[in-house]
C-alpha cells in the first residue's frame, strides 16, 4: 500500500486490552498476518482490563440472548487455561440478590428458567444460614448458581498476548493510534507516532479510546469513571474463612432500588481485603484526562452501600482505584462491521459488563475478519441497531 512505512498485514488490532488482545491471538492462531497496537503497555491499568478480578456468571440478568455466548466462552476459559498455562477461571459460585420483582433477581431467574442452568432460589434466612458474611434484607430472594466464579484480568490479557506472539503476532505498545482510514482500494492505513500501516481490515478494540477513534460515525457513547474498593472484614464477628472463596460466592444486590452492588469473596488472602463496586457510577471522564484519585467521599459511599449487605465490612479500606466503561445507550455490546467499510470491524463498547466474554468475542472477531461472518449470533450487538447514534 503506497504511503505506508510499516508494512502490509492482512488485519491490524488497534488495543490489545481484554477483547483487542483476544482478537490478536484468535487471528494470528488462523495464520493471519497480524500487527496489534497498544497506547499503554501489556496489561495496562488505565482502562477496563485490570483490578485482579472479574465476575463469571451465566444464569445473566442482562438478558437470556447473552446465554449461548456465555457457554461458547466458558469452553474458551478452560482452552485459554491449557493454551497458556496460566490458572484463570476459579468457579466459586454465584449470589444474584434483589428484591423479587427487581431485574438482578427476576432477570437471572428468566435467564436461568429460559436455558435450563442448575439454579436454586434462596429466600433471606437462607442466604444468612450458608453465608454468614451476608445479611440481606428480609424479603430478599436471591438466585444462586454453582457455576459462577471469577476470572484473573491481567493473567487473561497477558495469556492471549502470549499466545499471539506465538503464532506470529506483531504487538507493538506505547505507541497511540492517531488516526485511520479506509483506503480506495478496500483497505485500511493507521497511522501512528512512528510510521503508518496498511492493511487488509481492521478491528477496533480500543475501550474508552474507541468513541474517539470511531467519532465520525456519530455513535452515542459514554466513556465513564468507575471506582473500585477493597474493603477489611471484622474477623472477631465473621471468620476470615467465611469471606473466602471456599465459602463465598460472587454475588449481585439490589434491593428496593438502593443501587446495584456487585464483588467477590477475598481470593488474595486476608490482608488483600474484599473487592466490591457500585456497578456504575454514570460519571462522565474523558479517557485521556481521567481523574484518578480516589476520594474518601467515594469510599466511605461504597462502604456504607455495601454494609447493607455485609454489615461487619467495618475495617480499614485497603486500596481503591479507578477503571472505565464505555457504554452504549442500550447498555448491550457493539460488536460487528461497519456497514459502510466492512473491512473494519468493531469491538470495544461492552458497557461494564464484557469481560465473561472475551474468549468467545475474540473468536466473534476472528471470524468476522476471515470469513466475513460467523456462527455465534451477535445481532443483537449491530453496529446499525436503532438507537446507537446521537439523536439528530
Not at 461487619?312 to 452504549?328: D, M, W
Amino acid at each position: 500500500m503506497s504511503g505506508t512505512t510499516g508494512g502490509h498485514h492482512d488485519v491490524i488490532v488497534l488495543g490489545l486490552g481484554s477483547m483487542g488482545s483476544a482478537a490478536a491471538h484468535q487471528l494470528a492462531a488462523r495464520g493471519l498476518s497480524v500487527l496489534g497496537l497498544e497506547r499503554f503497555w501489556p496489561a495496562h491499568d488505565q482502562g477496563s482490563g485490570h483490578g485482579e478480578t472479574r465476575i463469571v456468571r451465566q444464569s445473566y440478568f442482562e438478558g437470556p440472548a447473552y446465554v449461548p455466548l456465555l457457554r461458547r466462552a466458558y469452553e474458551g476459559w478452560r482452552e485459554l487455561e491449557e493454551a497458556s498455562g496460566r490458572q484463570i477461571m476459579t468457579l466459586c459460585g454465584g449470589l444474584y440478590v434483589g428484591d423479587p420483582d427487581s431485574k438482578i433477581f427476576s432477570g437471572a431467574r428468566l435467564s436461568a428458567e429460559t436455558h435450563g442452568l442448575p439454579h436454586e432460589v434462596l429466600d433471606a434466612e437462607q442466604i444468612r444460614a450458608r453465608f454468614p458474611a451476608m445479611d440481606p434484607a428480609d424479603h430478599a430472594l436471591g438466585l444462586y448458581e454453582d457455576n459462577a466464579g471469577f476470572v484473573r484480568p491481567e493473567e487473561t490479557i497477558l495469556a492471549n498476548l502470549d499466545l499471539a506472539a506465538r503464532h506470529g503476532a506483531e504487538l507493538r505498545y506505547d505507541e497511540p493510534v492517531r488516526s485511520w482510514r479506509a483506503t480506495p482500494a478496500g483497505g485500511v492505513e493507521v497511522v501512528t507516532d512512528r510510521g503508518t500501516y496498511g492493511a487488509d481490515r481492521l478491528v477496533v478494540a480500543a475501550g474508552a479510546w474507541a468513541p474517539g477513534l470511531l467519532a465520525d460515525l456519530g455513535l452515542d457513547l459514554r466513556v465513564e469513571r468507575q471506582v473500585v474498593c477493597w474493603f477489611t472484614p471484622d474477623f472477631s464477628v465473621v471468620p476470615y474463612a467465611a469471606w473466602t472463596s471456599d465459602q463465598l460466592p460472587v454475588y449481585i444486590e439490589e434491593t428496593d432500588h438502593n443501587r446495584d452492588i456487585y464483588g467477590f469473596p477475598m481470593v488474595d488472602g486476608p490482608a488483600g481485603g474484599l473487592k466490591l463496586a457500585f456497578f456504575n457510577t454514570f460519571a462522565r471522564a474523558d479517557p485521556d484526562a481521567v481523574d484518578r484519585t480516589v476520594t474518601e467521599v467515594e469510599t466511605e459511599a461504597t462502604r456504607e452501600r455495601a454494609r447493607q449487605l455485609f454489615p461487619h465490612l467495618t475495617g480499614p479500606l485497603v486500596k481503591a482505584l479507578t477503571c472505565l466503561y464505555t457504554t452504549s445507550p442500550d447498555h448491550d455490546f457493539v460488536v460487528g462491521a461497519l456497514p459502510d467499510r466492512p473491512q473494519v470491524t468493531v469491538a470495544s463498547v461492552c458497557s461494564g459488563h464484557g469481560f465473561k466474554f472475551v474468549p468467545v468475542i475474540g473468536e466473534v472477531l476472528a471470524d468476522l475478519v476471515a470469513n466475513g461472518r460467523t456462527a455465534h449470533d451477535i445481532s443483537l450487538f449491530d453496529p446499525s441497531r436503532p438507537g446507537l447514534r446521537v439523536p439528530a
